[in-house]
């Protein structure tokens, strides 16, 4: 693993440290490694954690602005956030769903809760528009003041578990709990303009909301709330005066679950300058940490980080053979150095040597330790939080030759230039988008149809043919000129000039390779969102939590919540509130306001 490809950074003391870490990098091979960029986890500049220290630092508001559910837990609910800058609105309405209705795929056409981000202020009217539509999802006419529009189920085992343990006087049963880690479960989260809402260029000027996917999860973070409400709020209907509210500590163990499948794996192919800007700074944020110097005080810390990823991998519960295999790697391999940690640093002056010795443990090991390394310096971390946005153009160069083409393909594209397309498994897959399903699936070449209607993600195949066609070319033509002779390349040469020339580029992975792993491009953007508890179903689809760990609104902080841990028993006393804040806020609860009092 080469950390340090250029400069000799401890020589020049004059640099600030974020100068400092954006010349320091890993190579482009060792970072955008497909295996590796499959391990990763939940950082500080991961985007629930940026989000959450906003939220503490701007002092953001969040009241029930409107509690209208029946008995059951049907109708709707309204959170009003207030910012800084603007106010928002989480609307939520909640479905009655037959348990042979709940179906998480995208072509599902009902669900138990539907809701949307709202900009703005809410009156009855908007209010009315938003029920006859948000429950709808991609089938309603959504007004362009939703910011993001979104749709989740119950898991049905915890839900009924934690309503009935409450209203009952009981918490739940925190092996239950253990077993799934959220309340509710996200099958899709839109934003961005998509079906006609709110798009993310005006957004773009927003001191709230200026982040890719900052709206989205902020909304999953306030679906959370609700869902800690709601099983409160249910348990108090069906228990009275015998019910107690669910206990902070397990609140805060809850997160909201995600499944994602093979629709997410086309967003890291097509958007590229993002993927490149999201790993380039987190890595950037990674080397502001690895060039400190280890002390006692740092290393008391990341020892206790150690071991709370140690038994967080103990505790979670996965089917998923392989991933159970990963797990207790990583558990051996970090007792094995937290039992050791001691003896080890004394070899070692900076974070950068003592990450290096330790390159030849599971990626899925190395990966927590930079999670870890990464909380120890907050001022220095946090610096490149903001640093996610990227330009996607791509461009040609106007007076380059196939001689400086060349010289990139050949300096960093290796990965693709060396594969013989010829070999039949290294075109095994085509990728396509299924009509019944919506949703990206996975062909195999010459034995299934659809091949003629193959999505254009084989990126190293492009690159391959590329290079096999520059060769042949003259050595000082303009790259200009050819691609006017062969437009064919156009598209490829345009990327591959413009991502070649970026500091980590694009991911080094053929997706038509017969033993191609499209979870590693799952795993890679969920963990830049933030997620955790990765368990994957198949190779192809995992679920995650989101916020899991995350501390409750009304008591937000800006310190860290890695790797969440079930709560400690017997749990601690807590005085239990007549009402819960859910049901206090429906009894406060007045008419909306029409358009002409807003």
């Given at each position: 693993m080469n950390l340090y490809p250029s400069d000799d950074y401890s020589i020049d003391h004059s640099i600030s440290s974020i100068e400092l870490a954006k010349r320091c990098s890993r190579a482009p091979s060792v970072v955008m490694n497909a295996e590796r960029l499959g391990a990763m986890h939940q950082t500080r500049i991961s985007f629930v954690r940026t989000l959450l220290r906003k939220i503490d630092k701007e002092k953001w508001t969040l009241k029930t602005y409107l509690w209208d559910l029946d008995d059951n837990g049907y109708g709707q609910v309204i959170y009003r956030l207030q910012t800084d800058e603007h106010v928002y609105h989480l609307v939520v309405f909640c479905n009655e769903l037959a348990d042979d209705e709940r179906n998480d795929r995208v072509i599902a056409q009902k669900w138990d809760v539907t809701f949307?981000?709202?900009?703005?202020?809410?009156?009855?009217?908007?209010?009315?528009?938003?029920?006859?539509?948000?429950?709808?999802?991609?089938?309603?006419?959504?007004?362009?003041?939703?910011?993001?529009?979104?749709?989740?189920?119950?898991?049905?085992?915890?839900?009924?578990?934690?309503?009935s343990s409450l209203a009952t006087g009981q918490q739940p049963d925190l092996e239950v709990l253990a077993q799934v880690g959220y309340i509710l479960r996200t099958t899709a989260v839109y934003g961005n303009g998509k079906f006609g809402i709110y798009d993310f260029e005006p957004l773009n000027h927003s001191e709230d909301f200026n982040q890719s996917f900052r709206a989205q999860m902020c909304a999953v973070y306030l679906l959370r709330e609700f869902s800690l409400d709601w099983v409160d709020y249910l348990a108090h209907k069906r228990g009275g005066d015998k019910a107690v509210t669910l206990h902070p500590d397990i609140k805060r163990y809850l997160g909201i679950g995600n499944a994602t499948g093979l629709g997410m794996a086309p967003y890291l192919i097509n958007h590229p300058c993002i993927?490149?800007?999201?790993?380039?700074?987190?890595?950037?944020?990674?080397?502001?940490?690895?060039?400190?110097?280890?002390?006692?005080?740092?290393?008391?810390?990341?020892?206790?980080?150690?071991?709370?990823?140690?038994?967080?991998?103990?505790?979670?519960?996965?089917?998923?053979?392989?991933?159970?295999?990963?797990?207790?790697?990583?558990?051996?391999?970090?007792?094995?150095?937290?039992?050791?940690?001691?003896?080890?640093?004394?070899?070692?002056?900076?974070?950068?040597?003592?990450?290096?010795?330790?390159?030849?443990?599971?990626?899925?090991?190395?990966?927590?330790?930079?999670?870890?390394?990464?909380?120890?310096?907050?001022?220095?971390?946090?610096?490149?939080?903001?640093?996610?946005?990227?330009?996607?153009?791509?461009?040609?160069?106007?007076?380059?030759?196939?001689?400086?083409?060349?010289?990139?393909?050949?300096?960093?594209?290796?990965?693709?230039?060396?594969?013989?397309?010829?070999?039949?498994?290294?075109?095994?897959?085509?990728?396509?988008?299924?009509?019944?399903?919506?949703?990206?699936?996975?062909?195999?070449?010459?034995?299934?149809?659809?091949?003629?209607?193959?999505?254009?993600?084989?990126?190293?195949?492009?690159?391959?043919?590329?290079?096999?066609?520059?060769?042949?070319?003259?050595?000082?033509?303009?790259?200009?000129?050819?691609?006017?002779?062969?437009?064919?390349?156009?598209?490829?040469?345009?990327?591959?000039?413009?991502?070649?020339?970026k500091s980590m580029g694009d991911i080094q992975m053929n997706v038509l390779q017969k033993d191609t792993l499209p979870i590693h491009l799952l795993r890679c953007k969920?963990?830049?969102?933030?997620?955790?508890?990765?368990?994957?179903?198949?190779?192809?689809?995992?679920?995650?939590?989101?916020?899991?760990?995350?501390?409750?609104?009304?008591?937000?902080?800006?310190?860290?919540?890695?790797?969440?841990?079930?709560?400690?028993?017997?749990?601690?006393?807590?005085?239990?509130?007549?009402?819960?804040?859910?049901?206090?806020?429906?009894?406060?609860?007045g008419s909306l306001p029409t358009t002409e009092e807003l």
């Open positions: 949307g981000l709202v900009y703005g202020e809410i009156g009855q009217e908007l209010l009315d528009k938003l029920k006859a539509n948000v429950p709808l999802q991609e089938a309603g006419r959504n007004s362009n003041m939703v910011m993001v529009l979104a749709r989740a189920n119950k898991s049905m085992r915890v839900f009924e578990h934690i309503v993927v490149d800007q999201w790993l380039t700074t987190r890595e950037q944020a990674l080397q502001a940490t690895l060039v400190n110097e280890i002390n006692s005080k740092k290393l008391a810390y990341f020892s206790s980080l150690l071991s709370r990823a140690i038994e967080h991998f103990s505790q979670i519960v996965t089917i998923n053979e392989p991933q159970v295999l990963r797990n207790e790697t990583v558990v051996k391999e970090l007792t094995l150095l937290q039992n050791n940690l001691l003896t080890m640093v004394k070899d070692h002056q900076t974070w950068a040597d003592f990450l290096q010795a330790h390159k030849d443990l599971s990626y899925e090991s190395q990966e927590v330790i930079i999670s870890c390394l990464m909380e120890l310096y907050p001022e220095e971390v946090d610096a490149f939080e903001e640093d996610i946005n990227a330009d996607e153009s791509l461009s040609l160069p106007k007076a380059k030759t196939i001689n400086d083409l060349l010289a990139l393909l050949e300096s960093r594209y290796q990965w693709a230039i060396n594969i013989d397309f010829d070999e039949p498994d290294n075109s095994y897959w085509f990728w396509y988008r299924s009509i019944d399903k919506e949703e990206p699936r996975m062909g195999v070449r010459g034995q299934e149809p659809g091949a003629d209607r193959e999505l254009s993600l084989d990126i190293a195949r492009q690159v391959n043919r590329l290079y096999q066609a520059v060769k042949q070319a003259p050595a000082e033509q303009l790259i200009t000129e050819f691609v006017l002779k062969q437009p064919k390349y156009r598209a490829i040469t345009r990327r591959v000039w413009t991502l070649g020339n969920l963990s830049m969102f933030g997620a955790t508890k990765f368990d994957p179903r198949s190779d192809r689809w995992v679920r995650v939590t989101l916020f899991q760990g995350a501390p409750l609104f009304d008591e937000v902080h800006s310190d860290e919540w890695l790797f969440p841990l079930l709560p400690t028993l017997p749990l601690t006393p807590v005085p239990t509130p007549t009402l819960t804040p859910a049901l206090a806020a429906a009894e406060a609860n």
